[in-house]
């Protein structure tokens, strides 16, 4: 099979969508002439024009707010936030229009509006370019919310989305636009709510959201090295959560370790070590831990970067911490 990039995977999602159905079309920060900040729309405006592929204000509120419009009169628009940090800017039309519109219209309403998001940090880009805000949204029913691993399942997640009558959140992480892998020519869509096991294991459930899945399967070939079996579970969406495949991982291992580049504080992996709590607490032989970025803005420095950013180092520690504890 072809290998593609996780960018590549992206433009070729939304390309083909937009062949399908001409109700489909992209707007955002740069998305036309310049092809997107991070080269995701690159060819798109050549090929679909200035009516499909539609450069925007810098103006999120405006973004989301005209996406919105668009989805409430039938499209399918797919709006870019640059930077996820500045989804804030677009705050009331997230959670006060998008994701209530089909709820206080009672059902007569549907929002099919995907909106792509750029998380992480990528390397020196501070505090005002570099967070995971994911979790900011789990709180708001009436989204889905979508962190694609691999090109396979950013492919295969953005099709999903696109064809789905419900706003959802779709999390990029800067990290992942270049990395390659198999992804089939022929059409094919990936579920929502359906977590990837990406490695057996039978020693501890190592919950890999996001960026870190990198780091994670670094850290877990070298707790192999020390005979530590490890399960990588990839919830691939946080909204809606896959949480038989985590539970049943849990059952089989009886220790878990959540692992997010999201702050520690309130992040993604609180509310998954709650339901692990609630659903399989007498399957545990230890607590369950938590590996995420320290709860401070991010640091422009690289050091310092690092410094509060989750590494192999800390996953390793954590799960030997969780398989050596004694009750």
Do not use: C
């Not at 955002?28 to 204000?57: C, I, K, N, Q, Y």
């Not at 390659?180 to 190592?206: C, L």
């Not at 009886?254 to 702050?263: D, F, L, S």
Request: charged share 20%; proline share 6%; aromatic share 6%.
């Amino acid at each position: 099979m072809r290998e593609i990039s996780f960018s590549q995977a992206l433009n070729e999602a939304m390309s083909e969508e937009m062949r399908r159905d001409a109700s489909v079309f992209l707007m955002g920060e740069d998305v036309g002439v310049f092809g997107g900040v991070f080269g995701v729309s690159a060819g798109m405006l050549a090929e679909f024009g200035e009516e499909r592929v539609r450069d925007t204000p810098i103006s999120e509120a405006a973004i989301v707010g005209g996406g919105l419009g668009a989805a409430l009169v039938g499209m399918r628009p797919i709006v870019e936030i640059m930077f996820a940090d500045f989804v804030t800017v677009a705050m009331d039309q997230v959670v006060n229009q998008v994701a209530k519109a089909r709820a206080m219209s009672g059902g007569k309403a549907s929002v099919p509006l995907t909106i792509r998001l750029v998380n992480g940090a990528p390397g020196s880009a501070a505090a005002q370019h570099s967070q995971s805000p994911e979790a900011w949204f789990m709180n708001v029913p009436g989204l889905k919310i979508v962190l694609p691993t691999t090109p396979y399942d950013a492919k295969g997640l953005l099709k999903t989305a696109i064809r789905g009558d419900d706003p959802v959140l779709f999390f990029e992480h800067k990290n992942l636009y270049a990395v390659t892998g198999e992804v089939p020519e022929e059409d094919y869509t990936v579920p929502f709510g359906q977590a990837a096991i990406r490695r057996e294991g039978s020693d501890a459930t190592v919950i890999a959201i996001g960026g870190v899945s990198a780091t994670v399967a670094e850290a877990a070939e070298r707790l192999a090295e020390s005979g530590i079996s490890v399960e990588i579970i990839d919830p691939r969406t946080l909204v809606p959560l896959d949480t038989e495949t985590l539970v049943n991982s849990v059952k089989k291992t009886h220790r878990a370790v959540i692992v997010h580049e999201a702050h520690r504080r309130a992040g993604p992996g609180a509310e998954i070590a709650a339901i692990l709590a609630e659903q399989a607490i007498g399957y545990l032989d230890a607590p369950i831990l938590r590996v995420a970025t320290k709860n401070v803005p991010f640091p422009y420095n690289p050091d310092l970067e690092q410094f509060i950013l989750p590494t192999v180092d800390d996953v390793v520690a954590a799960v030997e911490g969780v398989v050596k504890y004694m009750l």
